[in-house]
Each structure stands twice: as C-alpha cells, then as structure tokens.
T-cell receptor, first 115, second 111 residues
Framework: EAQVTQNPRYLITVTGKKLTVTCSQN?????MSWYRQDPGLGLRQIYY???????DKGDVPEGYKVSRKEKRNFPLILESPSPNQTSLYFC??????????????FGEGSRLTVL | GNSVTQMEGPVTLSEEAFLTINCTYT??????LFWYVQYPGEGLQLLLK?????DKGSNKGFEATYRKETTSFHLEKGSVQVSDSAVYFC??????????FGAGTTVTVRA
C-alpha cells in the first residue's frame, strides 16, 4: 500500500530535549516536505527536499533541522524544542516536485507537545 | 506572494443539506487550485483540483470552479452525508516548491 509513515504519532516532551520525528514514504517520490498545522493558521511549510541531499527552508524553518540521506526518509529534528513548537506536524511527499500534478501525499500526522 | 482566504467555520449542517465553502486567493502567475480534505485522525488528502481558469474540479459529489475574474474557488456539494464531516482546506500552487494552504474549515454533518 502506498503511504507516508510518521513516527511517533504522539509525543510529550520537555523544553530543550532533542527529538526526531521520522518520515518514510514507499512511493519512490523525489519531493518531500514538512508542514506544521496550527489553529487558524492552516498548514505552513517548515522544510522541503527536492531529492537526496537537496533540502531548503520553507516559511517557518526556525528551530528545525532536516536531512535527506535516502530517497524514502526525511526526518525532522528539533535540537532544542520550545513550547512554541507545540503543534501537529505533517510529512508529505510528491512525485516530480509538485510541478506536474500539485498533489501531495500526507502522513497521518505527529502531535507534539513541548512542556 | 500567494495566499488563500477561506471562510471560517465551524460549519454545522444536517444530512442532505447543501454545502458551500468559500475560498478566494491572491496569486502571481497562473497557479493551480486545490481542495484537500482531512478526516478525523488522518492526514490531508486531495479532494479535487483545477489547473486553469474556468476548469471545474469534481470528486465524491463535490465541485469547485476556478474563477479568475473573481479569484475564487468555492467548494460545493448538493447533499452532504455524515461521512463528509471533516476539515476542508483550499490551496494554491505550486509556488516556491510548496502549496499555500488556507486556514481550514471544519464541517460537521448531523444525522
């Protein structure tokens, strides 16, 4: 089954404790992206990757890091989480970098709470 | 830059009622327009899209027409079901390697 898998789905952590949210897709998609979803703000892009070893900042990259060492994986790293990073996070992927279809395939989301 | 404004919710309807969710946009160039749907506990999934002016996207009984003159892409369904309860997002793009999403509209359909 074609899917985007995120882990963990739920996490409560404390300020400053490094964490990683993993994302893996099995569709051989070149493009992957991270969004955060906050009430009243919709989805905002954090980082994206056009292919292996190619990453770039989205609209709200502060406090986050990413890496793309393999085509299928695109982890999101919070080196020193803060309460304002409490949010619902979505990983998404697309074939051909959105240019052809504009269709994003989303994971089920990771709800992160930073105390 | 590109932006999307959609009507605020929540919207509560009875089964078989008519649903409209308004969406207007600001964009440079000629973006594609999308409606994504998020069912409870799930990620977003593409509902329908339109790639140029006057195109109509349709899926699962939902329709939306790309209106360049009014910069709108309103979502409509003639007879909603309880299973249509979800959050609906209007989006446009791609631009700068992303889609720009609206804030989302929560729709609840009562039996």
């Amino acid at each position: 089954e074609a899917q985007v898998t995120q882990n963990p789905r739920y996490l409560i952590t404390v300020t400053g404790k490094k964490l990683t949210v993993t994302c893996s897709q099995n569709m051989n998609h070149e493009y992957m992206s991270w969004y955060r979803q906050d009430p009243g703000l919709g989805l905002r892009q954090i980082y994206y990757s056009m292919n292996v070893e190619v990453t770039d900042k989205g609209d709200v990259p502060e406090g986050y890091k990413v890496s793309r060492k393999e085509k299928r994986n695109f982890p999101l790293i919070l080196e020193s989480p803060s309460p304002n990073q409490t949010s619902l996070y979505f990983c998404a992927s697309s074939l051909l970098g959105l240019a052809k279809t504009g269709e994003l395939f989303f994971g089920e989301g990771s709800r992160l709470t930073v105390l | 830059g590109n932006s999307v404004t959609q009507m605020e919710g929540p919207v509560t309807l009875s089964e078989e009622a008519f649903l409209t969710i308004n969406c207007t946009y600001t964009a440079t160039g000629y973006p594609s327009l999308f409606w994504y749907v998020q069912y409870p506990g799930e990620g977003l999934q593409l509902l329908l899209k339109a790639t140029k002016a006057d195109d109509k996207g349709s899926n699962k009984g939902f329709e939306a027409t790309y209106r360049k003159e009014t910069t709108s892409f309103h979502l409509e369904k003639g007879s909603v079901q309880v299973s249509d309860s979800a959050v609906y997002f209007c989006a446009l793009g791609p631009n700068d390697y992303k889609l720009s999403f609206g804030a989302g509209t929560t729709v609840t359909v009562r039996a």
